[in-house]
């Protein structure tokens, strides 16, 4: 079935360095991939997306790039704030429809 | 995110309970989901339902039923809870025809405990 692998499980970065965040996906269908952040006791929100037909996506400090042919993507998160410690879901669409296949999370700290 | 709420935040339970899980939206959305989340797991679909009248099983859906009450109100129903359902469980909604057709709003999640 479906699969999405993301590396690390956990990745602590100095206060102001950058932090990458790696995904695969199986479902050469897939053509929606959003990232999800989730702060301790809440659900986890959309911080960025990127659709299938773009290599690249920037939104002030967080970016993602997608490899359609590798079938990878990453996010990378510049200039790390502690408010940035939480846990990074990414996500992969199944085929063309609205369902996800999650990732199983990276727990990022960012330390003062 | 407040326009997606649910009940309770906290339940334990003992094994053999039946046990209903709430979820209630006032974003308007048509579609909604249930979610269970283990550590190291990630995030696994356990049922959707794109309207009142559509319901679909996800990639975790035994032992687990829901009924989707109206448009608004989304319930995910344990009928004999064991000690592998413990986990902390989310209600999600989105909306194709929004801004954002494939974001999904997650509410804040019940950590349910079976004892």
């Known amino acids: 079935g479906e699969n999405v692998e993301q590396h690390p499980s956990t990745l602590s970065v100095q206060e102001g360095d950058s932090a990458v965040i790696k995904c695969t996906y199986s479902?050469?269908?897939?053509?929606?991939f959003p990232w999800y952040k989730q702060e301790l006791g809440k659900g986890p929100q959309l911080i960025i997306d990127?659709?299938?037909?773009?290599g690249e996506k920037k939104d002030q400090r967080i970016a993602v790039t997608l490899n359609k042919t590798a079938k990878h993507f990453s996010l990378h998160i510049t200039e790390t704030q502690p408010e940035d410690s939480a846990v990074y879901f990414c996500?992969?669409?199944?085929?063309?429809?609205?369902?996800?296949?999650f990732g199983t999370g990276t727990r990022l700290k960012v330390l003062a | 995110d407040a326009d997606v709420t649910q009940t309770p935040r906290n339940r334990i339970t003992k094994t053999g309970k039946r046990i209903m899980l709430e979820c209630s939206q006032t974003k308007g959305h048509d579609r909604m989901y249930w979610y269970r989340q283990d550590p190291g797991l990630g995030l696994q679909l356990i049922y959707y339902?794109?309207?009142?009248?559509?319901?679909n099983k996800g990639e975790i859906s035994d032992g687990y039923s829901v009924s989707r009450q109206a448009q608004a109100k989304f319930s995910l129903s344990l009928e004999s809870a064991i000690p592998n359902q413990t986990a902390l469980y989310f209600c999600?909604?989105?909306?194709?025809?929004?801004?954002?057709?494939?974001?999904?709003?997650f509410g804040p999640g019940t950590r349910l405990t079976v004892l």
């Open positions: 990127i659709r299938s037909n773009v």
């Open positions: 339902s794109f309207d009142v009248k559509d319901i």
């Open positions: 999600a909604t989105s909306d194709p025809y929004g801004t954002s057709e494939y974001e999904q709003f």
């Open positions: 996500a992969a669409s199944i085929g063309g429809t609205y369902k996800y296949i």
């Open positions: 479902d050469s269908a897939s053509n929606y």
